[in-house]
């Protein structure tokens, strides 16, 4: 699966309210085994066992996005160890 990306290098540059194209592109590619029913579980797991042996380390709160919960874990070490593999296309 092929993801792409586009945002700014500097967010905090980019003026409150004013419309300005994205000045970043990324594409990444997430390969690993078939995706419905075999990667999915992987995922889902993964972040259940994340959740209940970090918990005190989680951020406080109520919802949380992906990355501010998993953000300063070892998450995507975990998919890798389970067959999923991330990889950089292209930067610029």
Known sequence: MV?????????SKVPPGKKQ????EI??????PEIGYVTTP???VQAALL???????LP????????V??????YEQRLQNNGLSFDVISKH
């Open 3 to 11: 993801f792409v990306g586009r945002g700014f290098k500097d967010a």
């Open 21 to 24: 194209q994205p000045d970043m």
């Open 27 to 32: 594409i990444t590619r997430v390969t690993g």
């Open 42 to 44: 992987i995922i889902l």
């Open 51 to 57: 959740v209940l042996e970090n918990r005190d380390k």
């Open 60 to 67: 406080k709160g109520g919802v949380w996005t992906p990355g």
């Open 69 to 74: 919960a998993f953000g300063t874990t070892d």
